[in-house]
């Protein structure tokens, strides 16, 4: 069973088939779709097929994806955790959060318990994270957590700039 963890101000749940519908609204916002899914509206099946992917990640003893909510409410106000990209498949910290619960700093305190995952209990090494270019709100969140940027591209879009943080680093020292 995928542990559920907490912060101070929030409960990040692993993603579950009954939170299609509040994750599709999620994903489809305007503003958390703009950088995440390169502005792409995304379906239901394709909402499905990723909690189903991260029901299986953590199955499999790897790391999924968690729906946030805060300590105390049901309502999904966002993401973080960890998802592959390119190939062959790399494991990548994700976050997002839907407008009205930006500048609160949910989304480090939701990062910051992700990777302490990672780190701790499935005992990475490394955690790598990519963002756009103009994503000032997500590259400030990686800086916050002693991200370090490794290298940028080009991607005939906005650019993407790559970014790691290791076990050993000054937030994430573990015992």
């Not at 090494?125 to 957590?145: F, G, H, K, W």
Request: charged share 25%; proline share 6%.
């Amino acid at each position: 069973m995928p542990p559920t963890l907490l912060t101070h101000r929030l409960e990040l749940r692993p993603f579950a088939p009954e939170d299609v519908e509040e994750l599709l609204d999620l994903f489809t916002d305007v503003d958390v779709r703009r950088y995440l899914l390169d502005d792409q509206v995304v379906t239901r099946d394709w909402v499905q097929a990723e909690v189903t992917a991260s029901v299986e990640r953590f199955a499999s003893g790897s790391a999924g994806l968690w729906a946030l909510r805060e300590r105390g409410s049901a309502a999904i106000v966002g993401f973080a955790g960890f998802r592959p990209f390119f190939d062959p498949p790399e494991l990548q910290l994700l976050y997002g959060l839907l407008p009205a619960y930006w500048g609160r700093g949910l989304a480090t305190a939701a990062a910051r318990a992700a990777i302490e995952h990672a780190f701790g209990t499935l005992g990475l090494d490394e955690v790598r994270a990519a963002t756009d270019l103009p994503n000032s709100a997500s590259i400030a969140v990686l800086e916050r957590l002693d991200f370090v940027e490794w290298r940028r591209t080009d991607d005939g879009g906005h650019g993407t700039i790559f970014f790691r943080s290791v076990r050993s680093g000054p937030a994430f020292r573990t015992t």
